[in-house]
């Protein structure tokens, strides 16, 4: 149980194009899902937090505008890198909230 | 703030046994423990709430002392496959969001 699934699992796309990634709670409701962002070796950076119905909370630093969220539903919420340039290159994370954090399998974004 | 993980990094052979300890300078609610393999989404271990429990799954166990707030991770008689970076996330007494502050992380590497 509690398995949340992340597509695409990479993408590489070329400056100034909008990224969506989804992600789903496929055997629970999760009214809140978290997104993360990693680099390589280091730990996981919340940007921001996601509530079904609601308006995101993002993290101090994390711009809005760039990195839209939307929890349309129970089990889905989708983060949207718009104007992706190469340092938004990372690995993104999404987890769902039940009791703990449960982590999706996370997409690799590269921007060139 | 982020919790202080320690030691940064743990080599050991097999059948060794290893602490990882993870404190926090904020009152705690809950302390959840994950182990991320490269490449991979953090895969959660176990959680532990206020109360001062202790926990185990097999050889794998933690303990939560909230008057110090601290938590420990001990892994005995190591096998191979618990090689990975172990991550402490914590929730603050003072949060109802759901949100973790996660360690910097804890390299174990198993050795055959």
């Known amino acids: 149980g509690a398995v949340v699934s992340q597509h695409p699992s990479w993408v590489i796309c070329k400056s100034g194009t909008s990224v969506k990634i989804e992600c789903r709670s496929l055997d629970f409701q999760a009214t809140t899902m978290f997104w993360y962002r990693q680099f390589p070796k280091q730990s996981l950076m919340l940007m921001a937090t996601?509530?079904?119905?609601?308006?995101?909370?993002?993290e101090q630093g994390v711009e809005k505008d760039k990195f839209l969220i939307n929890h349309a539903s129970l089990t889905l919420s989708t983060l949207t890198v718009t104007s992706a340039h190469p340092e938004d290159s990372s690995f993104y994370i999404c987890?769902?909230?039940?009791?703990?954090?449960?982590f999706g399998p996370g997409t690799r974004l590269t921007v060139l | 703030q982020q919790p202080v993980q320690s030691p940064q990094a743990v080599i050991l052979r097999e059948g060794e046994d290893a602490v990882i300890n993870c404190s926090s300078s904020?009152?705690?609610?809950?302390v959840h423990w994950y182990r991320q393999k490269h490449g991979e989404a953090p895969v959660f271990l176990m959680i532990?709430?206020?109360?001062?429990e202790q926990k185990g799954h097999e050889k794998i166990s933690a303990s939560f002392n909230e008057k110090k707030q601290q938590s420990s991770l001990y892994l005995t008689a190591s096998q191979l496959s618990y090689s990975g970076t172990y991550f402490c996330?914590?929730?603050?007494?003072?949060?109802?969001?759901?949100?973790?502050?996660f360690g910097q992380g804890t390299t174990l590497q198993v050795k055959p």
């Open positions: 996330g914590t929730e603050p007494s003072s949060s109802n969001t759901g949100k973790l502050i």
């Open positions: 904020k009152a705690l609610y809950s």
């Open positions: 532990l709430l206020k109360g001062g």
């Open positions: 996601s509530n079904e119905g609601s308006k995101a909370t993002y």
């Open positions: 987890s769902a909230r039940l009791i703990t954090q449960y």
